[in-house]
């Protein structure tokens, strides 16, 4: 009797185990079907962005005649003629030339702006300082072409047309009030008792805004000039039109490819990658100030 009862709990046991162990598998299995599938949607979507850049670069290596008369996933003939005749004819690599100076000079001149403005913002209470923020915001809300004409008549009056500091000061419409937005969240963030704590050990106020509060906001700043340069690079409008033969932007270069032959496309794909790599460059140095500003930043 003793024996059928020890057998009996025997085959219990081992049913019990055998359906723990399909359980723990079927589990398992959930789990890794559950990881899969966001893994698998992350590598589709990365697919679909990268495509149309790795395209155009696949363009860049091309002749025309490849590019038109056949589909390749890679080049058949290899070449770099196309980068060749941009880094050869001045009228081309001058173009890049001319946008990143004023690119870079629309960006000192918004950030040494911007800066003691959103201080102001953050730190003081004044009469209107709400409307005049919100004033400041609705300048983005505006297309750059509603302010085409004003800005193409007063430089030419000036002289300032087809100049750099032209297209760099028109820019600064947009950049500032976005600038300054970005800013004052970041510096809003930090403690006023650190202002006062400053002033109490004797630091001016120039010592004080220099040395100690830019530091606490750099990824403030990191994040700010990231904006400052996207908007600025990648605006056409205002660059072409303010601009002729000394300053055109190398985006107003690239529709020289279309002429009554055609379009260079192999050409115009290299313009293109060259394009993208100062976007490149400026995000690799900024990168992890752009990483902690998402994260503790108004952006």
């Given at each position: 009797m003793n024996q059928r009862i020890d057998t009996h709990v025997e085959q219990a046991s081992a049913s019990q185990g055998t359906e723990s162990e399909t359980f723990q598998r079927a589990e398992a299995s959930k789990r890794g079907r559950s990881r899969l599938r966001p893994r698998t949607l992350l590598g589709l979507y990365l697919i679909f962005i990268l495509l149309p850049i790795y395209w155009l670069l696949n363009m860049s290596f091309q002749t025309n005649s490849e590019i038109l008369g056949s589909f390749s996933l890679w080049p058949q003939n290899f070449t770099t003629a196309n980068y060749t005749g941009i880094f050869t004819d001045s009228s081309w690599y001058m173009g890049y030339v001319n946008s990143i100076g004023y690119v870079l000079m629309n960006m000192l001149i918004s950030i040494s702006v911007a800066l003691p403005?959103?201080?102001a913002f953050s730190r003081f209470r004044f009469i209107g300082d709400k409307h005049l923020f919100?004033?400041?915001l609705t300048n983005l809300m505006a297309p750059p072409a509603v302010f085409l004409l004003p800005y193409f008549q007063l430089y030419y009056s000036v002289g300032l047309f087809d100049t750099h500091i032209a297209v760099a000061l028109a820019h600064c419409l947009?950049?500032?009030p976005l600038a300054i937005w970005i800013l004052e969240g970041f510096m809003s963030s930090v403690p006023k008792e650190v202002d006062e704590?400053?002033?109490i050990d004797g630091y001016s106020f120039p010592r004080f805004f220099v040395k100690i509060f830019i530091p606490m906001i750099r990824s403030g700043i990191g994040v700010t000039l990231f904006f400052l340069f996207m908007f600025s690079w990648v605006e056409l409008l205002l660059a072409r039109t303010l601009t002729a033969t000394n300053?055109?932007?190398?985006?107003?270069i690239m529709t020289r490819t279309s002429t009554a032959s055609g379009?260079?496309?192999g050409t115009l794909a290299a313009a293109g990658v060259l394009t993208?790599?100062?976007g490149i460059v400026v995000v690799y140095f900024v990168r992890n100030h752009i990483a902690k500003g998402f994260a503790l930043g108004r952006t």
């Open positions: 403005a959103a201080y919100f004033w400041l947009f950049n500032i704590t400053a002033y300053a055109q932007p190398i985006g107003m379009i260079d496309w993208i790599l100062p």
